[in-house]
């Protein structure tokens, strides 16, 4: 089992910046790929980030490409999500989000409960 537990959204105006925690206990060892989500009202949750685990391969989604930045610790088993310039588009819930795989089990995948980000003016 992998729980997940985000922290750092809040509201911010627009060009401004935030900084999510994705703080993961339990089988850590078993999860090979993180990701952020986010969902904004009245749309579907979408990717936003990836990495790997290990080598830490990063992915992006073409609208936060250049502004977020995912990464790890993995001392500290936390991921975060580094989000500049932020924009009003970007105001949603984040979500973290992992896939697991572990040998003689079906892949599983793990939710946070969310951290809403709202830029605002």
């Known amino acids: 089992q992998v729980q997940l537990v985000e922290s750092g959204g809040g509201l911010v105006q627009p060009g401004g910046s935030l900084r999510l925690s994705c703080v993961i206990s339990g089988d850590a060892a078993v999860i090979n790929v993180m990701f952020w989500y986010r969902q904004a009202p009245g749309k579907q949750r979408e990717s936003v980030a990836s990495?790997?685990?290990?080598?830490?391969?990063?992915h992006y989604r073409d609208s936060v490409m250049g502004r977020f930045t995912i990464s790890k610790d993995s001392a500290k088993n936390t991921v975060y999500l580094q989000m500049n310039n932020l924009k009003p588009e970007d105001t949603a819930v984040y979500y973290c989000?992992?896939?697991?795989?572990?040998?003689?089990?079906?892949?599983?995948?793990?939710w946070g409960q969310g951290t809403q980000v709202t830029v605002s003016s």
């Open positions: 990495i790997t685990a290990g080598a830490g391969h990063t």
């Open positions: 989000n992992a896939h697991a795989l572990k040998i003689g089990a079906p892949p599983a995948e793990y």
